[in-house]
């Protein structure tokens, strides 16, 4: 459902009669490396006033001043996760679109691997309790009964004579 | 007078489904056939007054009847005429409608071509079908009514949305509501086989076609939806992991495994309390995605705390059919008798570990979806779940089920050989290998993880080609009798073969547009000529246009290879007189095979320059080729013989098929 967040984009295009365009020409940096980490940055903060845009897709005037920040301190000689801890000192956790890993967000992170873990566990231990409890009978569930033997020989020879 | 009638149909339309949805059981109850088939009637009947109703309001959309809350909001007397009709389902009430229409198109389609169904599984699931309707019935006619009226009428309306005044909007809504309320026929079956208590592999077969119609829809409906975005928001990007497509992905995984599982169910009688399971989750996922985009909660929770009366509504719809359901499965599922043994190394284990990787990856989304609205209401602290995380999360899981995903279709029921599959499986593995040192070589430097993705989807893709390969004995035997053979295979093998390959093609499609993208970004003045991926983009002029409710300013662009002109590109902004300020931003995109130029306008200066966006995306129409292949492959799974016999046919033609069985 792009409906939703396509009426949502609009609210804010039709809030900002001059809606600027995301990335614009007079915001690129001289120097093609810096840029392509400021891209790559901007791709990992949220455009705040937005839903869920980050401020490199944003047209927002707010991810405007945002992508000028980050320029500013990737030209004032930051690394990368000092922009990312100047930007989140002043606007709080709430500007990254990957949130750091910490008591609050671990279920987050962790839920992804944990529910395959359990569900391949679960599955290996019902495995393992089938095949204590009836292995035999397993062997002759996995072999053929006399009656499907037959129907697959009855295929077979249907299937020879069809094609010759 | 429309409208009260629309309104009333849709009255009658509740009163039969409330009947519906008693009357069937107690006849089931009391072995009373005239009794169950009241479901059947009721279901037609209340088809007929939904359709009358949604009739109704497209109507008074049409005559652009300003008498009505609605068409006031939502629409315009210069409007186009697709965009009147289309407009009816771009607001909250509309779509609603259209959500109930679609729910009663499916209780319909079972009542008249069930006629193979037992009668008592058909009363129950008819039953459980209008207990989904009714509830939504209620929700529309207290909190949501379409055809309220107003008292002073204006003379004109307020225009839809700019951004919805798109062909998107007439294909988009529709497939997907298609899709999500297309698996409430696998929930009212499911909940039916509960309160029966009877489950069995035919089971499986009855409820598999309508699974994969939900599936189909559903696939196309977001492919359309991501196109849809990726040409009309302006910036190129075609999935921006936002709740609302979340919202329809959920359903879309949990459908997609459980449409792996009816497989199994219905060959091997196995994996029924799972499958059932599965039913139920998909469907309330579609209710949540539902519950998601209608209730407001995403927007932020404070103004869905503002204004509840919709959203608490919609939550008390899903916490009674959510937890009703599951607490249902809880008491009776142990009574379902599991059939049908497996060894690990089979087709069923191939396709359990589809269902696990499947599952997990919808509990990703699940989580990243909800956790931040769950974290502010319990804590108040505000996060940001976006791209960076579902891409670390979510595309892991990935790899194994691709890896996986050539194997199932090469291994035998019951006890497969691993070994076996693999050697058939070499070609494969030698070409994915090939072609990924070949991309390895030529974009040096670049990332590691484009060429090994590629080469991984070109595995899924010969993969799935050797499978029927291997089946019609290409190469092995003489041509005539291989395409004999192909001939005679069952189309649900040459559906898993389109299917699986589809999910290769999307994969390069996404490697290719997020890997090699190339933009260029700048200010231009007519006359002026800019570079991007071996083009030249000459701009020529600028020209405004005006449009019937809307002023544009459209820029020409020619597009050069090697000096000659190919093709003119027209980007355009537009400026809906209609409804003050808003504007529109319309890309100019120019297809070169799969690859596309794709040019979008950003603000004209004082001094005549204007802001331009140019990108190249190579392959880029892969990504939506391949669901393209992903549904045509569940339209020929679906007109499988297997399939027709138990799927709905009128019964002079069932007898027929079924003597043949």
Redesign the interface.
């Known amino acids: 459902m792009v409906l939703k967040r396509a009426v949502l984009a609009l609210a804010i295009v039709a809030a900002m009669a001059t809606a600027s365009h995301a990335v614009q020409p007079d915001e690129i940096m001289s120097d093609a490396v810096k840029e392509a980490r400021a891209r790559d940055l901007s791709r990992e903060l949220r455009c705040m006033v937005c839903q869920n845009q980050s401020i490199d897709d944003s047209e927002a005037p707010l991810a405007r001043d945002l992508r000028l920040l980050v320029r500013e301190r990737i030209a004032a000689g930051d690394s990368d996760g000092q922009v990312i801890d100047f930007l989140v000192a002043r606007y709080g956790e709430f500007v990254l679109l990957k949130p750091r890993l910490n008591s609050h967000t671990w279920l987050l992170w962790f839920l992804t691997p944990l529910a395959l873990g359990a569900g391949g566990i679960a599955l290996w231990t019902q495995g393992r309790r089938r095949a204590r409890s009836g292995g035999e009978q397993d062997e002759a569930l996995l072999n053929l009964t006399p009656e499907e033997e037959a129907r697959v020989n009855q295929l077979i020879a249907a299937e020879r004579t069809a094609e010759k | 007078m429309i409208a009260e009638s629309g309104h009333y149909a849709l009255v009658l339309a509740f009163g039969l489904a409330l009947i519906q949805s008693t009357v069937p059981i107690l006849g089931a109850r009391w072995r009373d056939f005239s009794l169950m088939n009241v479901a059947r009637s009721t279901a037609v009947a209340q088809l007929i007054f939904v359709a009358a109703s949604f009739a109704a309001l497209i109507a008074l959309h049409v005559s652009s009847d300003f008498s009505v809350i609605n068409v006031v909001e939502n629409s315009h007397s210069m409007k186009p005429l697709i965009y009147k009709i289309t407009g009816v389902w771009?607001n909250h009430e509309g779509?609603m409608l259209l959500w109930v229409s679609i729910l009663a198109l499916f209780g319909g389609l079972v009542a008249i071509f069930g006629n193979n169904l037992p009668i008592s599984l058909r009363a129950h699931a008819l039953a459980v079908q209008a207990w989904i309707a009714s509830a939504f019935y209620l929700f529309i006619l207290m909190t949501s009514n379409p055809f309220l009226r107003i008292a002073n009428p204006p003379i004109e309306g307020q225009d839809l949305?700019?951004?919805?005044q798109d062909i998107?909007?007439a294909v988009?809504?529709p497939m997907?509501y298609l899709g999500y309320v297309g698996f409430s026929i696998s929930f009212s079956f499911a909940i039916a086989a509960l309160l029966e208590g009877r489950i069995d592999a035919a089971w499986a077969r009855w409820v598999r076609p309508w699974t994969l119609v939900a599936w189909i829809f559903l696939t196309l409906g977001i492919a359309m939806?991501?196109y849809?975005?990726y040409y009309?928001?302006?910036?190129g990007?075609w999935w921006?992991?936002?709740?609302?497509?979340n919202?329809?992905l959920m359903p879309w995984l949990a459908g997609t495994a459980l449409l792996h599982s009816l497989v199994v169910m219905e060959k091997r009688n196995a994996l029924k309390v799972w499958t059932i399971l599965l039913s139920i989750l998909a469907f309330s996922l579609s209710l949540l995605?539902t519950f998601l985009?209608r209730s407001g909660v995403?927007?932020s929770v404070h103004a869905f705390a503002n204004d509840p009366r919709r959203g608490v509504f919609i939550l008390l719809i899903l916490c009674v059919f959510i937890g009703g359901s599951l607490s249902l499965y809880i008491l009776r599922a142990s009574s379902l008798k599991q059939g049908g043994?497996?060894?690990?190394i089979s087709r069923e284990g191939a396709l359990?570990l589809n269902n696990?990787?499947l599952?997990?990856a919808c509990?990703?989304v699940f989580?990243?979806t909800l956790?931040p609205l769950a974290?502010e209401v319990m804590?108040g602290?505000?996060?940001?779940?976006?791209?960076?995380?579902f891409n670390?999360?979510?595309g892991p899981?990935f790899v194994p089920l691709l890896v996986a995903v050539p194997f199932g279709p090469l291994l035998a029921w019951?006890?497969g050989d691993l070994l076996g599959a693999a050697q058939r499986l070499i070609a494969a593995g030698i070409a994915a290998l090939f072609v990924m040192a070949v991309v390895w070589a030529w974009t040096r430097g670049g990332s590691t993880f484009a060429p090994i993705a590629i080469g991984l989807a070109l595995f899924v893709i010969v993969g799935a080609v050797i499978d029927i390969a291997e089946r019609i004995g290409l190469f092995r035997l003489p041509a005539g009798?291989a395409l004999?053979?192909a001939r005679?295979l069952p189309r649900s093998a040459w559906g898993t073969m389109f299917a699986h390959a589809g999910v290769g093609i999307a994969l390069i499609g996404i490697v290719c547009e997020t890997s090699w993208n190339s933009e260029n970004?700048?200010?231009m003045r007519p006359g002026d000529v800019t570079n991007i991926a071996g083009y030249g983009l000459k701009l020529e002029n600028l020209t405004p246009h005006q449009g019937s409710n809307y002023r544009e300013m459209a820029a020409n662009f020619s597009v050069l290879v090697d000096g000659r002109v190919i093709a003119t590109m027209s980007p355009s902004k537009r400026n809906f007189t209609t409804?003050s300020?808003?504007?529109?931003?319309e890309a100019a995109l120019l297809s070169r095979g799969a690859s596309q130029l794709y040019i979008?306008?950003?603000?004209i200066a004082a001094d005549g320059s204007i802001?331009v966006?140019i990108y190249h995306k190579p392959l880029v129409l892969l990504i939506w080729l391949g669901p393209v292949f992903m549904a045509f492959g569940g339209i020929l799974s679906l007109s499988d013989r297997r399939l027709r016999v138990g799927a709905p046919k009128p019964a002079k033609s069932m007898r027929g098929l079924q003597a043949a069985e």
């Open positions: 771009g779509s949305n700019p951004v919805l998107g909007l988009h809504p997907l939806g991501s849809w975005a009309e928001l302006g910036w990007g921006f992991w936002d709740p609302v497509e919202a329809s995605g985009v995403l927007t043994l497996f060894a690990p359990v696990l990787l599952t997990t509990a990703t989580v990243g956790y974290l804590t602290e505000k996060i940001s779940v976006g791209a960076p995380f670390l999360t979510f899981l019951k006890r009798l004999r053979r005679g970004i700048r200010t409804r300020g808003a504007s529109t931003t979008s306008l950003g603000d802001a966006r």
